[in-house]
């Protein structure tokens, strides 16, 4: 009687620990974006109009999406490496974003940022040159 139950466990064992083959992953079609161009907060989506949010005790204009996918955008201000003033918009999703800065004497400039803290952002342009941002 041992005997068939050590047979059937060994063939148990032996066919579930087959290798089999897994099916290839699906592409999870999605409207959020892998990252923020500067051309994002120039227009809402449908789909992001569906979850626009303002909430005026945030720093924040306005947000779209579900939690965890939420993205912001921000009115900034801050300096480049020069000390000129710089101001402008930009959209943030997690940590990174994109946006476009302006000054009195520079034409429109289109920035890549990321949080560097609280409030806090450090924005580099195609150029290479930096820019230190705040949120207003």
Known sequence: ?????????????????????????QQINTFYKETVTADDRKTITPEEAKTYHVDKKYQYEYRTGNPAHYEYNYDVKGINTKGDSVFGNINVQDKYGAGILTSNTLPDIEIKTEWISYGKLKATDEKGNEYQLIAE
């Open 1 to 25: 009687m041992q005997k068939n139950y050590l047979i059937l466990f060994l063939l148990f064992t032996f066919y579930s620990c087959k290798k089999t083959d897994a099916p290839p992953p």
